[in-house]
C-alpha cells in the first residue's frame, strides 16, 4: 500500500492580505485592470515574459520572475517558474514553524495570489498542428504553479480564467485587499478541475496518435459544466445539468425559455434525424418528438386535398416548403405529438412559425430563424417556449460514451446515412423493376426516421411522411401491429364521416384531434359518452367496421421499414392490412426465404439493406 502523507499543519486564517501576486497569462483579456487594482493595494507584482512587457506598457511596477529566482528564462522558455523560490513560496504553511524557518534561511517570500492561464493546446490540436508543434504548446510550469497554488489554497488564491476576475476584483473590494478561505477554495476547485480538463486533452490528444494497443488504451475525458437544469427525468432527480466535452462546444444555444432534460433528449435525436433526412433528399425536413422517439417525421412535400382537410390546413399554398414538413411531421401522429419538441432542418420562416401558433408544442430546434418568425415563436406560451438554435456545422465525436449504474459504455457513433444505395437489393420478385421513385423517398424517410426511435421499432410512410411509427417493443411484429394502429388511424380521419364531424364552435384543436380518434376507435365507453357527445352539435353518424374496412381497403403504396431483420412472416402479414406495397430490412435471419414469399404473396417490393439500426 503506499504511504500516506499525514497533514502539515499551520495557522489558518479567513482572511488573507494580498501583498504578493504573480501574473502569467497568455490571454490579455482584463489583466490591466486587475493589475491596477492589485497596484492601487499595495500589492507586488511579478510576472513572466510578454505579461510583463504588457503590464510596462501600461504604466504598472512589475518585477520579473527572473528577478525572484535568480536564474534566467531558459531553453526557449520551457523553464521560467520551475524553481524553490517560487514554489516555495506557493506551498509553505504558514504559521509551521519548521515551513517558516526553512523560507527565511532561502529567502523565499510567500505568494498570496496567482492569475495564470495555460498553454492553449486544445487550440493548438484544433487548428490541426503536427505532432511536435503541439507538443510543444503542453505548458508545464503552469500547471505546476496551479496545482501547488491550490493544494495550498488555506493562504493563496488561484485564478485561471478571465471570467474569474470580476468576482476576484469584488472579493478584494469587499474585503479591504483580502481573500476569503471560502473563495480560495472555491478557486482551488476551479483550478484543480482546469488541470484536469487540460491534463485529459493532452491524454486524449496522445492515445489517438498511438497505434499500439489501441483496445485497452485509458480514457480521459473531462466535462465542462454549461447550464444547470431544474432537475432531471423526474422531479426528484435533482441536481442536473448540461455539461460539454472539454475544449468543444455543445451542437446547440439556447435563444429562449428554459429547457428541461427530456427536452434536450429531444431535440439532440431530432436535430439528426432532420439533419439526415435534408442531406438525404435535399428536402426541408421536420420531426416532432415525444420521450426520446419520434411520433412522426417528414419532408415537404405537397399536401393532398384529402390530406389539408384532415390536418385543418384551410389554404396550403399558404405554407412554405418548411411548414409542410412540419405539418407532415406533426400530423402523423397529432394525438402523440400534444406537447412535442420539434426540429426542422432550414430556417424558420415565418409560415413554419404560424403554424406553430395553432399548435400545443414544448420547443424547436433549427439551423436559424427569420426575425419575424423569431418574435413570433417567442411569444408562445407567455414567452416559456423553448427555442433553440443548432450548429449546422457541428462535427459530434466519432466515438460516443455513456454512463449507466457504475458502468461505462462505448461504441462508435452510428454516422452512417441511409440512402438509395441501401435499397439496392431487392429480394423479391421482379428485382430488376426496382422502386419507383415515391417509394424510394418514402424508404428513406421510414429507415432515417426509426433509426432514431427505440427499438425495436417499424416505420411506414407515405407522400414524404411517417404515418406510423412504433417504437419500444420487445416483440417485432408488436411493433408492426402498434405502428399499424397509428397508420388506420391516420387514413381514416380522411375518411368522409371523420372529415364531416359537427364539432360545435370554440371546440380546441387538440380536443377536436383527440375526438376523432375516438370517433375512429369506436369502443367509447358509456361513462364517457356524454363528455364526448358535448364536442359536437348533433349526434354524429356510426363509422361502423364495414365502413372502416372499405376505406381502408383503399390504401396503397405505403413504404415500411424496420430496424431490423424480421425473424418470422407474421410481420409482413400483418403489415399488409395497411396498404403496404413497399419493405426495406436489414435481412440476415434464418426465416429470410418464408418473409421473402409473404412479400411476394401480397405483392411487395422488398429490399435487404445489410444494416441494423437499432437504438437505444
Known amino acids: ?110 505568494i498570496d495570489l496567482v492569475v495564470i492561464n495555460l498553454y492553449p493546446f486544445a487550440e493548438t490540436i484544433k487548428s490541426g498542428a503536427d505532432f511536435s508543434t503541439s507538443v510543444e504548446n503542453i505548458d508545464i510550469g503552469g500547471p505546476s504553479m496551479l496545482r501547488s497554488s491550490a493544494k495550498n489554497h488555506n493562504y493563496v488564491a488561484v485564478v485561471t480564467s478571465p471570467n474569474q476576475y470580476n468576482k476576484l476584483i469584488e472579493e478584494i473590494k469587499s474585503n479591504d485587499g483580502s481573500t476569503t478561505l471560502t473563495f480560495r477554495r472555491e478557486l482551488a476547485a476551479q483550478a484543480f478541475a482546469r488541470s484536469a480538463e487540460y491534463d485529459a486533452t493532452i491524454a486524449s490528444y496522445f492515445a489517438s496518435q498511438v497505434t499500439t494497443g489501441t483496445d485497452d488504451k485509458p480514457v480521459v475525458r473531462a466535462y465542462t459544466p454549461q447550464f444547470h437544469l431544474k432537475y432531471g427525468c423526474n422531479p426528484h432527480q435533482k441536481p442536473s445539468a448540461i455539461y460539454s466535452q472539454s475544449g468543444s462546444k455543445l451542437p446547440f444555444s439556447v435563444i429562449s425559455g428554459s429547457p ?125 417556449f423553448i427555442i433553440l438554435l443548432a450548429d449546422k456545422d457541428f462535427v459530434p465525436p466519432s466515438v460516443e460514451f455513456r454512463e449507466m449504474f457504475g458502468v461505462t459504455f462505448s461504441q462508435k457513433r452510428n454516422d452512417t446515412l441511409f440512402s438509395s444505395d441501401y435499397l439496392k437489393q431487392i429480394v423479391t420478385k421482379s428485382p430488376e423493376a426496382g422502386f419507383p421513385s415515391e417509394a424510394v423517398r418514402d424508404l428513406i424517410v421510414a429507415s432515417i426516421s426509426i433509426k432514431y426511435t427505440q427499438s425495436n421499432s417499424v416505420g411506414y410512410a407515405i407522400n414524404g411522411q411517417m404515418i406510423g411509427v412504433g417504437a419500444g417493443q420487445q416483440s417485432r411484429v408488436d411493433c408492426v401491429k402498434l405502428a399499424g394502429r397509428k397508420v388506420s388511424l391516420w387514413f381514416l380521419r380522411q375518411h368522409p364521416k371523420v372529415q364531416s364531424l359537427p364539432f360545435k364552435s370554440g371546440v380546441k384543436r387538440q380536443d377536436r384531434v383527440n375526438a376523432r380518434v375516438r370517433y375512429i376507435e369506436g369502443d367509447i365507453t358509456a361513462a364517457e359518452l356524454p363528455i364526448w357527445l358535448s364536442n359536437f352539435s348533433e349526434t354524429p353518424e356510426t363509422l361502423n367496421e364495414a365502413d372502416k374496412a372499405s376505406f381502408m381497403a383503399s390504401l396503397t403504396g405505403v413504404s415500411l421499414a424496420s430496424d431490423a431483420f424480421f425473424p418470422f412472416r407474421d410481420s409482413i402479414d400483418h403489415a399488409s392490412r395497411y396498404g403496404v406495397s413497399f419493405v426495406a430490412q436489414a435481412g440476415g435471419s434464418v426465416a429470410d426465404d418464408e418473409v421473402n414469399r409473404a412479400c411476394d404473396e401480397y405483392g411487395m417490393t422488398m429490399a435487404h439493406t445489410g444494416l441494423r439500426l437499432f437504438h437505444h
Not at 492589485?38 to 504604466?59: C, I, K, P, Q, Y
Not at 421536420?286 to 426520446?292: G, I, L, P, Q, V
Request: glycine share 8%; charged share 20%.
Open 1 to 110: 500500500m503506499a504511504h500516506i502523507l499525514s497533514s502539515v499543519i499551520g495557522e489558518v486564517s479567513d482572511k488573507v492580505k494580498i501583498t504578493r501576486a504573480l501574473l502569467s497569462v497568455s490571454d490579455k483579456t482584463g489583466i490591466i485592470e486587475l493589475a491596477a487594482l492589485l497596484s492601487a493595494h499595495n500589492v507586488e507584482l511579478l510576472s513572466t515574459g510578454g505579461t510583463a512587457a504588457t503590464l510596462r506598457a501600461n504604466g504598472l511596477v512589475v518585477k520579473d520572475v527572473s528577478e525572484v529566482t535568480g536564474f534566467p528564462e531558459i531553453l526557449d522558455g520551457r523553464v521560467k517558474t520551475l524553481h524553490p523560490a517560487v514554489h516555495g513560496g506557493l506551498l509553505a504553511v504558514r504559521g509551521n514553524a519548521k515551513h517558516d524557518e526553512e523560507t527565511r534561511i532561502n529567502g523565499i517570500k510567500s
Open 260 to 384: 428541461g432534460y427530456i427536452n434536450l433528449l429531444d431535440a439532440c435525436n431530432a436535430w439528426q434525424l432532420v439533419k439526415e433526412l435534408d442531406e438525404a433528399l435535399g428536402l426541408p425536413a421536420a420531426a416532432s418528438f415525444k420521450h426520446c422517439s419520434p411520433a412522426g417525421a417528414a419532408v415537404g412535400v405537397p399536401l393532398t386535398a384529402a390530406e389539408a382537410l384532415a390536418y385543418e390546413i384551410a389554404d396550403p399554398s399558404t405554407l412554405s416548403p418548411t411548414a409542410l414538413a412540419y405539418v407532415r411531421a406533426r400530423n402523423a401522429d397529432p394525438m402523440c405529438s400534444f406537447g412535442d419538441f420539434a426540429a426542422v432542418s432550414t430556417i424558420v420562416d415565418v409560415s413554419t412559425a404560424k403554424v406553430f401558433q395553432s399548435e400545443v408544442s414544448d420547443g424547436i430546434v433549427a439551423p436559424g430563424y427569420e426575425p419575424e418568425a423569431l418574435e413570433i415563436l417567442k411569444k408562445k406560451k407567455k414567452g416559456g
